[in-house]
T-cell receptor, first 114, second 112 residues
């Protein structure tokens, strides 16, 4: 069975540009969460979606947005990129959003903003 | 508020035991987790403990939870070179579903 897949694996963008990152959850999983991991730090929660609805939002500016599609895949969009947005963006999928619904992480998308 | 802290680095000899420590501040934590991250990879769930437990053992891994001191530890017995990685503790809280709050990570280096 395929795990959580993210695309692209790496990309380089210029300040001010926009980027879209994609995530396909494990088959049967209806929840997708996004995390940002800056080099040398732990992952920080950005968004959670369940059944196409936003269920949680972390402390990130409005330049960050996301959505979930009917097939439960998800996109994370970041507008007006800043150098500080350079990070590993991790997607996690889970069956649901309960207190313990094990989160399975993808390999991440490494975003570099120059 | 949410805050999870870990020591930055641990060096251990192959075959010895490793102990990685973590402190958290939110007493409403529901589950506490240990994740492993190898270079260039995502996060792998190693083990977890429910907040009403004191200890959990899973093969070479032992998790200890001291709720009074809000202290969590992960002991790896017979540490191998393949255990070299960054280890993150994380918490989730009932009110926030399975949203995870991570510590900054402990880099473990296993020397032969």
């Amino acid at each position: 069975d395929a795990g959580v897949t993210q695309s692209p694996t790496h990309l380089i963008k210029t300040r001010g540009q926009q980027v879209t990152l994609r995530c396909s959850p494990i088959s049967g999983h209806k929840s997708v969460s996004w995390y940002q991991q800056v080099l040398g730090q732990g992952p920080q929660f950005i968004f959670q979606y369940y059944e196409k609805e936003e269920r949680g939002r972390g402390n990130f500016p409005d330049r960050f947005s996301a959505r979930q599609f009917p097939n439960y895949s998800s996109e994370l969009n970041v507008n007006a990129l800043l150098l500080g947005d350079s990070a590993l963006y991790l997607c996690a999928s889970s069956l649901g959003t309960g207190a313990f619904a094990e989160a399975f992480f993808g390999q991440g998308t490494r975003l570099t903003v120059v | 508020g949410e805050d999870v802290e870990q020591s930055l680095f641990l060096s251990v000899r192959e075959g010895d035991s490793s102990v990685i420590n973590c402190t958290y501040t939110d007493s409403s934590s529901t589950y506490l987790y240990w994740y492993k991250q190898e270079p260039g990879a995502g996060l792998q769930l190693l083990t977890y403990i429910f907040s009403n437990m004191d200890m959990k053992q899973d093969q070479r891994l032992t998790v200890l939870l001291n709720k009074k001191d809000k202290h969590l530890s992960l002991r790896i017995a017979d540490t191998q070179t393949g255990d070299s990685a960054i280890y993150f503790c994380a918490e989730s809280m009932r009110a926030a579903g399975n949203k995870l709050t991570f510590g900054g990570g402990t880099r473990v280096l296993v020397k032969p």
